[in-house]
């Protein structure tokens, strides 16, 4: 037998020292046993949570901020991902327009395969112009998005990262590279001055060779799995979001929990991991 209950969480007694956030959440029925709290407290935002009901282990884990509160718990299995908009702006205003929260989808987002990204890589190896490849490779290694990457100019790489500016969209952002990497890169910009780009169109040609590798993906997602996949594989392999959504450049969390599907647990923040990473471990 199938729930789709309202909860509600009602404290009473509120100070403004102490706030208690409300939640109207639409459960599916194995959510419906959980006791859950989501509290103002002086370092940030409190939860304080039992999967298993009354009587289960209880869990209390403090965030910053009250989206990154909601963002874990959606993680958890513990707040259908579509709900965190909700839980965090209710009925009052979102975002700006340049802050603009996305709707999300908790089916995740498509990532490419370690062997899709190899022979991918090695077909845009094969060509005589190095553009196509080397963006795909900076889109792997950092998850920026293929605009970004494509209009970057020499001036950008530096410090053995790449500097990459503030949009509408996205926030500025330095993200080191690997020291063999980035002498590639350097000596591929060879000539190049300060103030010109470093790579010529290349849209074209990366979507002749995905079609080429064997990857079929929707025209709108077709440079976008890189990035995609950078996320994905920065999380599995203990990553975690708040760190992910610093690198990708999202302007608020939300946006960054559409890759969520792919956590296996609570990890450490502090490690950096990309899929050309796990191609050199498998000797790629």
């Not at 404290?11 to 046993?33: D, M, Q």
């Not at 500097?163 to 000539?191: H, M, W, Y």
């Amino acid at each position: 037998m199938s729930l789709n209950c309202c909860v509600f969480f009602v404290i009473a007694n509120l100070s403004k020292k102490n706030a208690i956030i409300i939640l109207s959440i639409n459960w599916r029925c194995y959510f419906a046993t959980a006791n859950m709290a989501i509290k103002k407290i002086q370092s940030g935002w409190l939860v304080d949570v039992q999967p298993g009901g009354r009587g289960g282990r209880r869990v209390r884990k403090t965030f910053l901020t009250q989206e990154e509160a909601c963002v874990w718990l959606a993680s958890k299995g513990l707040m259908p991902v579509g709900e965190v908009g909700n839980a965090v702006y209710g009925n009052g205003p979102r975002p700006s327009a340049t802050e603009k929260y996305v709707e999300l989808d908790s089916s995740g987002a498509t990532y490419l395969s370690i062997d899709e990204i190899t022979v991918l890589l090695r077909n845009l190896r094969e060509l005589p112009n190095k553009d196509a490849y080397l963006i795909a490779k900076l889109c792997l290694a950092t998850g920026a998005k293929w605009g970004e990457i494509e209009e970057i100019k020499r001036d950008q790489l530096n410090s053995v990262g790449i500097e990459l500016i503030s949009t509408p969209k996205v926030n500025a952002r330095f993200i080191p590279l690997e020291d063999q990497f980035f002498d590639e890169l350097i000596c591929f910009a060879a000539g190049i001055k300060k103030y010109q780009r470093v790579f010529k169109d290349s849209y074209r040609t990366f979507r002749r060779v995905t079609h080429k590798s064997g990857i079929s993906l929707p025209e709108w997602q077709l440079t976008h799995v890189l990035r995609n996949t950078f996320a994905s594989y920065f999380l599995m392999n203990g990553g975690g979001l708040p760190a992910l959504k610093n690198i990708l450049g999202h302007k608020t969390i939300s946006a960054t929990v559409k890759y969520a599907f792919v956590m296996s647990e609570d990890v450490a923040q502090a490690k950096e991991f990309n899929p050309l990473v796990m191609l050199r471990e498998n000797g790629n």
